[in-house]
């Protein structure tokens, strides 16, 4: 029986290749909360390298390309330091991120990707396990590790929170990618102008020897990732905005129950029979329906608005949300909350630039009875999603602000009820572009940071075609409930 354990090949300090200059940044109001929080741990699966390229040149290769990317990213390789007023700024000095490279050759690739809950393994691909970004005022606010698989690579980065939110750490983390590709020339680069709505004069006041982590992280937790195909989404949205919809000449159109059509169709459509093949039919039928199925009406006006339609990730959302609360067995009476992290850059007039480098998140919590939630249909459940996302504009981003000065605090982490899910990343962000010159990853993977009943987090599907993956992390008793569902499960299309 091959050992579980990681061994450690080499350690050391990657500087920047130039000098910075920037030379500090304070942290604002929406980096400042995240000082609780773990370091973010993602990371993506490679399979090996060329044999033209030897592990000893590509961990030479990683290295350089990782100075480079830091001269674009200086506040990465700095440190935190509290001034004489209790503002906590980052430090550009060039004092570096640590480079691990590691080896775990008894696994094999398939062998990570292969059981039903996500392999414990990907947890020692990251460094920094349970270290909170408070802890940068004396250690890297990044980090490196490669672990040499038998067959592949896998590429953890693990990176402070209160220095970056998901969008900054994937434009670094592919920036690291495409300069290790070769690029030679950085045309996106982070935005690290502070004079926005997220500048505060306000201190953060925290205890002696920093603040503490505000969930247990001791708690048994089954960690699995379900993939929702394009089909499964579009069906989960066609039944959120009412499955039945009318088109442009007043034909009623069962949506699903088309696609349904379309993908059990008995016709022979190989070789071209019939003058079209199958990607043409689905091409047709797509076109069809976006020329003709019209948007829900808005309740006042009657015409079509798109600002009303639920999207497809808030109908996953509120289907999620449904299931896990039925696995967990709750009473009728009790309130359950779905938090979802939102992108602000875009809320804010005049919009933020959308490389701005930091936080630039706000929590948005949604609230329901057990008895509601279970009680009426995905739609009710999704229009109260989509109402708080959609109403969640500049006014908003700034009375958050404003009641952020008014009593700062770090972010409460956790299901501190037994009835909350939170959910973080989003299948925007471009975690399959990190190409390092051999390929796309097989796949993504994260590390212990940040989890416990209820967290959630987002991916993108390898595919490029709409697909999503969903992490979960749920007690083992809801797990077993939420794979039981067949509500849920229905949508699930596999394994990521």
Not at 102 to 113: G, I, M, N, S, W
Not at 186 to 191: D, S, Y
Not at 218 to 230: C, G, Q, V, W
Not at 262 to 286: A, F, Q, R, Y
């Amino acid at each position: 029986m091959p050992s579980s354990s990681v061994i450690l090949v080499s350690k050391c300090t990657v500087f920047p290749e130039h000098k910075s200059t920037v030379k500090s940044l304070k942290l604002s109001v929406s980096d400042l909360p995240m000082l609780s929080c773990q370091y973010i741990q993602k990371g993506v699966l490679l399979t090996r390298p060329p044999l033209s390229l030897p592990i000893d040149s590509l961990i030479s290769l990683l290295k350089q390309s990782l100075s480079t990317a830091l001269t674009y990213f200086p506040p990465l390789a700095g440190r935190f330091e509290t001034d004489a007023d209790g503002h906590v700024h980052i430090i550009c000095n060039d004092a570096g991120v640590e480079f691990i490279h590691a080896r775990a050759k008894h696994f094999l690739v398939r062998d990570t990707l292969s059981p039903v809950d996500v392999h414990a393994c990907f947890k020692q691909f990251f460094a920094y396990d349970g270290l909170l970004s408070y802890a940068g005022h004396f250690k890297p606010l990044a980090a490196v590790q490669v672990t040499e698989l038998a067959d592949g690579i896998f590429i953890g980065c693990t990176v402070n929170h209160s220095v970056t939110d998901g969008t900054s750490f994937w434009h670094f983390f592919n920036t690291f990618a495409d300069i290790t590709k070769g690029a030679k020339k950085i045309t996106k680069l982070p935005n690290f102008n502070r004079d926005t709505v997220f500048n505060s004069p306000v201190v953060l006041r925290v205890p002696e020897g920093g603040p503490k982590l505000t969930f247990s992280g001791d708690e048994p937790l089954r960690e699995r990732i379900f993939r929702f195909n394009r089909e499964a989404i579009r069906k989960l949205k066609c039944r959120a905005n009412n499955q039945t919809q009318k088109s442009t000449n007043g034909q009623v159109l069962d949506v699903t129950e088309i696609f349904g059509k379309m993908s059990n169709d008995n016709w022979n459509i190989n070789n071209g029979e019939n003058g079209l093949d199958k990607g043409k039919i689905t091409s047709v039928l797509e076109k069809y329906l976006k020329n003709n199925v019209s948007k829900p009406l808005d309740s006042e006006t009657g015409v079509p608005n798109s600002a009303t339609e639920i999207s497809s990730f808030q109908s996953l959302s509120a289907q999620l949300w449904r299931s896990v609360t039925r696995a967990r067995k709750l009473p009728p009476s009790k309130s359950t909350t779905f938090r979802m992290a939102v992108n602000c850059r875009h809320r804010l007039e005049p919009k933020l630039d959308s490389h701005y480098f930091g936080n630039a998140i706000q929590s948005i919590p949604t609230v329901a009875s057990v008895g509601e939630l279970m009680s009426r249909d995905l739609r009710w459940c999704a229009e109260l999603l989509h109402k708080n996302v959609v109403a969640h504009d500049d006014a908003t981003v700034k009375r958050g602000v404003n009641d952020w000065e008014n009593n700062p605090r770090c972010f409460p982490l956790g299901n501190f009820d037994g009835a909350m899910i939170t959910m973080g990343s989003s299948p925007r962000f471009p975690m399959y572009d990190n190409d390092f010159g051999w390929g796309r990853p097989l796949a993504i993977r994260s590390g212990k940071a940040n989890k416990f009943d209820g967290k959630i987090s987002a991916f993108p599907g390898r595919d490029g075609t709409g697909t999503v993956d969903l992490e979960v992390c749920l007690a083992p008793e809801t797990m077993a409930g939420l794979e039981s569902d067949t509500e849920f499960m229905q949508y699930v299309s596999g394994m990521a």
